[in-house]
């Protein structure tokens, strides 16, 4: 049976996850977090509302590339069991009167997929960005030592008429992670843009091609952990697919653990070892043949959900 846990969870909070009003934007930190208490976090944020030019941008992706992040109050991070990737144990979040996420708990294994699914507004977002320190929390949460972690935000916020090309973003981000220039090309060649694309303005880049490019920046800091916040979303459907066949094979070749959220429950059954699901006051943990059941669903989601199990 799938592991379920129910709470009075009545937050009012938008579709991000954030509380109703907020910036579901990452903040820049009030003070830094010691590199120990968060070991090789390499994660991207989306650019400050104020911020009205690219390198300013790059400037910010700097100050939250080497394992700065907002301070946690109450939450405690620590190293993990040999065997597993991270452990969450305990975990609530909320924002001021609005209880985002409460008592949360779970482990992932080094290797594993796991998708995060729920309605809108159940927390999914905010879960992200308190695994990687940039909400405070209370509770654990516990990466293994030698986790760095690729974020890809739902969404970057970019003027689509400033003049930088794919390949200026992420020569930017090699100088950030101290990688070679060179290794850009092994990356571009991985998500399977070529050199002509990324030398296109990234404001002309369609919709599947700049996801592509952000999985290519969140590479470049060699993560183990890659954590993609819907990657698919606002994407034509056969550019999803090749998205997520993308994601999976490189998961396959070089060992990663993914933490993605989505709303594809044909995806999730296909490519996700581990399901946890936000909704309706219940958290549910299991594999996805005992998360994606209709009854579950139906408790969490409160209509009816269908999806397509696609044969491998």
Same mark, same amino acid.
């Given at each position: 049976?799938?592991?379920?846990?129910?709470?009075?969870?009545?937050?009012?909070?938008?579709?991000?996850?954030?509380?109703?009003?907020?910036?579901?934007?990452?903040?820049?930190?009030?003070?830094? %977090?010691?590199?120990?208490?968060?070991?090789?976090?390499?994660?991207?944020?989306?650019?400050?509302?104020?911020?009205?030019?690219?390198?300013?941008?790059?400037?910010?992706?700097?100050?939250?590339?080497?394992?700065?992040?907002?301070?946690?109050?109450?939450?405690?991070?620590?190293?993990?069991?040999?065997?597993?990737?991270?452990?969450?144990?305990?975990?609530?979040? &909320?924002?001021?009167?609005?209880?985002?996420?409460?008592?949360?708990?779970?482990? +992932?294994?080094?290797?594993?997929?796991?998708?995060?699914?729920?309605?809108?507004?159940?927390?999914?977002?905010?879960?992200?960005?308190?695994?990687?320190?940039?909400?405070?929390?209370?509770?654990? %949460?516990?990466?293994?030592?030698? %986790?760095?972690?690729?974020?890809?935000?739902?969404? +970057?916020?970019?003027? &689509?008429?400033?003049?930088?090309?794919?390949?200026?973003? /992420?020569?930017?981000?090699?100088?950030?992670?101290?990688?070679?220039?060179?290794?850009?090309? &092994?990356?571009?060649?991985?998500?399977? @843009?070529?050199?002509?694309?990324? &030398?296109?303005?990234?404001?002309?880049?369609?919709?599947?091609?700049?996801?592509?490019?952000?999985?290519?920046?969140?590479? /470049?800091?060699?993560?183990?952990?890659?954590? /993609?916040?819907?990657?698919?979303?606002?994407?034509?459907?056969?550019?999803?697919?090749?998205?997520?066949? /993308?994601?999976?094979?490189?998961?396959?070749?070089?060992?990663?653990? %993914?933490?993605?959220?989505?709303?594809?429950?044909?995806?999730?059954?296909?490519?996700?070892?581990?399901?946890?699901?936000?909704?309706?006051?219940?958290?549910?943990?299991?594999?996805?043949?005992?998360?994606?059941?209709?009854?579950?669903?139906?408790? @969490?989601?409160?209509?009816?959900?269908?999806?397509?199990?696609?044969?491998?």
């Amino acid at each position: 049976m799938a592991d379920c846990t129910t709470s009075s969870n009545n937050a009012s909070s938008d579709s991000t996850g954030s509380p109703a009003g907020a910036s579901a934007a990452l903040q820049l930190p009030h003070r830094p %977090v010691s590199a120990r208490c968060r070991p090789g976090i390499l994660f991207f944020v989306p650019q400050d509302p104020q911020t009205e030019t690219i390198e300013a941008t790059l400037i910010v992706l700097s100050a939250f590339s080497v394992g700065n992040a907002i301070a946690t109050v109450d939450c405690v991070f620590g190293r993990t069991r040999v065997n597993h990737a991270l452990e969450v144990d305990h975990l609530s979040v &909320r924002f001021g009167e609005h209880q985002v996420l409460k008592d949360l708990s779970f482990n +992932l294994e080094h290797g594993s997929s796991l998708a995060v699914i729920g309605p809108n507004g159940a927390g999914k977002t905010v879960l992200f960005q308190a695994l990687i320190g940039s909400v405070s929390c209370e509770g654990n %949460v516990q990466w293994a030592p030698d %986790v760095s972690i690729g974020y890809v935000p739902q969404k +970057l916020d970019l003027d &689509r008429d400033v003049p930088v090309a794919g390949t200026d973003f /992420l020569k930017a981000r090699a100088s950030i992670a101290h990688v070679s220039q060179s290794y850009i090309a &092994r990356v571009l060649e991985l998500v399977g @843009i070529s050199a002509e694309v990324a &030398r296109i303005p990234i404001g002309e880049l369609s919709g599947g091609q700049f996801q592509r490019l952000l999985i290519a920046f969140a590479l /470049l800091g060699n993560p183990t952990v890659l954590m /993609l916040d819907e990657p698919t979303a606002g994407i034509d459907e056969p550019g999803q697919k090749q998205l997520n066949e /993308l994601i999976n094979r490189l998961q396959e070749e070089r060992g990663l653990t %993914v933490l993605f959220i989505s709303h594809e429950l044909s995806v999730v059954y296909r490519y996700a070892t581990h399901v946890l699901c936000l909704g309706r006051g219940t958290t549910c943990f299991g594999s996805p043949r005992k998360i994606l059941t209709p009854q579950l669903l139906l408790d @969490i989601y409160g209509s009816p959900v269908d999806y397509h199990v696609h044969e491998h």
